[in-house]
């Protein structure tokens, strides 16, 4: 110890400085604006101010350090280990007291700004930096001689403890606060804990310490409404849920409940009540799942489509459904639960994120933030596949979007075998390439359908539908056995191969699955029940449609952004999750790509939401990143017919597919289509090769175990 | 025309500059800040630019003004004349264009930020600066191509047509705004005016122009709520009207309005709905009134004592009711009408302006900001009273404020014959020196009761009690005709000489009307019908004490002060404005003073409030003021009950009143007590004059005919 004081180094920040002996690590922190972070203001109750301090010497500090150089382990650290535990090397902050030079590290989860790696879901990295943090302090009493109000006392408090406000921008309270206030003091002897918002709104009070800040994060969709609830402090989430989107009887797509409302007098109010209803359900639920109260609850961050959106907020989609699709706004929403008659705390705040075009909503926004394409080098083409696809395309430099209008097919819609997702929906289908018998996968059950147990395995549900990815398999598969050609059609000749092949009119099916006929006898299969689920022609004709559109949507603004390849798919959404990255290229709904650069990224919409949930800064990520979103309309683009048309081919009629070839043997082009991989060896590779060949079993690295 | 373009001066402001020919002269005036209003941004429909050329040589200024100069009327100003009439001197200043050297005067009623004289009210002179403006734009179709937010198009048209918002800080829409941005678009054919509060907040939109936005200033008292309908952009009051409080049916005073809150579980609530329900009554009859639709009010501001306050904000106001009498706040309030479940525009803002102490509350800091006693030189006494007498000394140095338990009597409650004013009510007294006999005047008749007509113009009502101001003339009468003594005895040795005085037990009563008896047969009176109404030794005291804690409340901030007299009294609210200014000197309820200079200043609490409602600079400077008021708590200083206990004497036990000495003959002073006069001659004027002698008939000055 030399010079005036001890002097204390803190890691990771480096930062260091001289105090006085008795001085508490946690002040030598606060002078210093070390990150530590304090709920209770120093008082040894909330444990957040953790710290470690090193062993040993430390030459380029110039210090010996140990944890002898601080205080000993007095009575309220000792009771704050036996209620809560403290680990041995680990000292409060406010109570250890420098008495010698000391290295301290404060550990990533004593810091306010923390870098998170989220666990369980998939979570980029971002730094924790909530809108809403809480203060515990001591509010003076008032007194005859200085009665004051008690708002003034508890912002003087604020100020001198945790430097709140500023003369030019004093803290504001919400009239809630403000009337909760005095009984709050009163219950906790002059010691209340606030939530302040945006470092401005003071949103909530409780008696006493109290250290839980809790928020929401919803995902809107047209069908499902999920959301997480997380710890603001930590991240941490808590519960997450999913209930369904009741407006689907008001329709079961967007542009039908943009109808409705136009049909309806009072329809979009009906469906304005029926989401924020659904919406209040899932918020009671994740609540009671994490058995904490909604009162705590004072932050929700929503995304969701912009019919969604306008919705949920009470605005008429009717402008949306037909050109030129103007948003009210595109901007990012802040408001309160109460003004939307969501439960939660009476002071919590909303926030929504920005929409980018009126078919490209916050939901693409959350997955902008989510999956980071403006922070990369390379191209990303990022794709939220509903009833419209929602697509974004581009790399740091510059960052389009547009949607495109793929209806309802890949959702099950439209397609007669075809259903939702759900337990006993087909969603995985593998077709031997010579016998050109079909083997499946259902939704509930982890066996396939040619295992011992399948059937008992499915008893509870039966074998009911195909969904989205079940259907992008079977037509995937039927194309890579040369049961549908490249030109999209089931070919007839084939029915004198196998029973499967039906005739159907003038076009032919494919039997995916028939209890009571083909299956009955046949397999493990035989003995589950459901009905008979057949392929059509229409139906390929309608996942032909639906692709080409995507396609097309995604080559426009390749198209604007001036490349003619991606380096990187990202498949977002609910079907997006579910398909199978090699299945997806196969039938082209996508452009080619490295396979292991085409992934599903899972709910990125919602990820948006929940990471927009946890830090201010990404809000303003968002804000910044949107605004520079070139919004491309698929309308009134003349190119995007003509990218279609050569899109319903499988995989695409004229462009080269060289990365899915390099891994997949594809059935030949069309007599006068270019080659899979384009350029010099035009048609060479893929004329060589018969029809029928049969395809090596590489697709078990398309294969999904884990739903 | 000299050098570059023509000149232009404006006048008031002197602002000048050369603009080429055919400038708008309302382009001119925004491009040198000249104060010139317009709402409709230059398209001649809203007339708020009207403008006058002058004709003449300017040698001062170096020009030849000529109307002439200016472009011919078109067909706008036609069309604006034949509407709304243009006088034919002015021109429409968007629609005028400049064509040589002009000198333009901006009248006061085409500025902006105008002085204000009010007529009618007694609203002193101040410059009228809503918080609420209108803009009309016209707003950016969208398009294909550029398809982006209504909200955003809005915003950008006002950024360019007014300067609206910055980068720093865009302006905000109310969700609700942004709900009917769209179809007000539609409506208006993309044309749409907007309320913008604050210069920060979007808080209405209206399809087209909009020419009016409306406020409503609030008092809240604890037995009436009164209030003004203004318009926002000239301060023009449209409507006024008043309201009982609902809340009497929970306690006739302040105090038993927070017993029924202790006592009763929801009391406060069932009070905070009562009151609000009246707001919302009292202001759709202000509407109906002035035949203007509720939407169109924007902006509510409100006054109140503090128990008004808290329980029109939904806040506890127990605490308000025992020691040390902590407000929950004593800020100023900014909320939304909807918030208090108001019914007004649905973007309508709240401002409450700020409380001073715990029984000095926003009505005190209205009846301030409306006096001004913080920009005199002189030491002024402004006296609210009610059940808790709210007063304020001080000048431009120092503002003292203290509230005063007068208790009800001043209203007419704990008197044997008293009620509250209103129609029948005896409000003025006169009593014969010589015979002893009184005269009187009664709410809703313009007759003394001895004059010709009396009993006739009273039928409707009959004489049903005595309210606050005719209990003060009363007593004060009888003392000067030496019925009442100075200690505020009555005295029995009287009744040999008039039938009035009454034994009553122990003490005497006088008789001030008795239509079945005493004036049965006397004079016009006698006609009259109601009950017989006695003043009694127990309502004597009563006053007494009511008086005695009000002047003490006044003398303990005078020694705060550091003052033996102040320079001017002002009496505020319904009481202060009925009682009659020498009468209340007579009784002392307030020092001496120079008698022109004691005076009613009506309701200053509820013309604070239209201040507050029309200007946002009054705000900040109400807000600045009450921050340096300093609050003296009467209940915690000894020298209180030292005053108190002097004061029960008329006028005073000991304090001189040379000025009112000067202008009326006062009965001799207790014996040892000090002389009116103070010092020198002590006792000696008022000992030489005989208690009954007759008090000449200067009485008349203090006659209000105006009621």
Known sequence: MTGEGAQVIFTPSGRRGRFPAGTTVLDAARSLGVDLDSVCGGRGLCGRCQVVPAEGSFPKHGIESSGGHLSVRGADEAEYDRLRGLAAERRLGCRAEVHGDVLVDVPPESQVHRQVVRKGLPVRDFVIDPAVRLYEVEVERPTLEQPGGDLARLLAALAAEWGLGSADQPLEADLDVIRALQPALEAGGYRVTVAVHDGRFVTAVWPGLHDRALGVAIDVGSTTIAGHLANLADGSVLASDGVMNPQIRFGEDLTSRVSYAMLHDGGAEQMTLAVREAIASLLRGLANRADVPLEDVLELSIVGNPIMHHLLLGIDPIPLGSAPFALATDAAIRTTAAELDLPAGPGARVYVLPCIAGHVGADAAGAILAETPYLADEVTLLVDVGTNAEIVLGDRRRLLAASSPTGPAFEGAQISCGQRAAPGAIERVRVDRETLEPRFRVIGSSRWSDEVGFAASTRGTGVTGVCGSGIVEVIAELFLAGVITADGTIDGRLAARTPRVIADGR?????????????????????????????????????????????????LLMDHLGVDVVDRVQLAGAFGSQIDPLHALILGLVPDAPLERVTGVGNAAGTGALIALLSVEARREVERVVRTVEKIETAVEPRFQQHFVEAMAFPHKTAPYPNLASVVQLPPRLPGDTAWTAGADRGARSSSRPPNRRIPSMLVQGEDSTR
């Open 507 to 555: 076009t032919f099916s494919y039997v995916v699955h028939d209890p009571a006929g083909l299956d009955a006898a046949r397999g493990s299969a035989g003995g589950s029940s459901g009905p008979r689920l057949v392929l059509t022609q229409n139906d390929v004709r309608a996942i032909q449609l639906a692709k080409a559109a995507l396609y097309a949507g995604a080559r």
